[in-house]
């Protein structure tokens, strides 16, 4: 969607949702997870078989057999905030992606995800240091009720200039409406100076 804008000078945040706050932190088999979320086999069996076909459609092979862990995501919100840090949210973000729904990773791992940063250069100690540690917990925490204040109750979510939210896969004209309404509103700011609430 930005590639059609490339004269906007957009800059791409990734916040923090936990789509289970409750997840005990070794996680929970994948397939048992899946089952009591949808009610049975088939109704997950036919989830899997939509996001295969989309993912298809885009070059992308999702591979759910390989999947084993329904995971706790925190370390992994975490791990993306370390690499913020050295301007590579994105980055890991879709090596994250990779890792959990095309390899099968248990990316609630604390190993597996020094394992992750590592094979993307990260230095390891700084990374061992940090995963071990409580830094950022508590504000990962925090993302939910924050979302949830936005009108955020699942991913995908997107949020526009920190006050227009939407939720769900979306076709990407809609998205472009929404970048166009907060580059006016961010123009109006410019030329006012008032701050839209």
Known sequence: MLSRRPQLNAKIYWHAFLL???MPPEGSDFHGYMRKKFGNDLRSDRLFKTINQA????GIEFDFDQVKRAPNTIDSH???RFAARQNRATEMVETLYQKYFIEG???????????IGISQRFDEQALRDYLYSDEDVADVLEQNPRSHRLGISGVPAFIFERQFSISG???PNVLERMLNIAEEKQREFYETGIQPV
């Open 20 to 22: 289970n706050p409750y």
């Open 105 to 115: 990773r248990d990316i609630g791992n604390r190993s597996v995800l020094i394992d």
């Open 169 to 171: 896969a979306q076709d």
């Open 55 to 58: 993912g298809q459609s885009v």
């Open 78 to 80: 975490r791990l993306v």
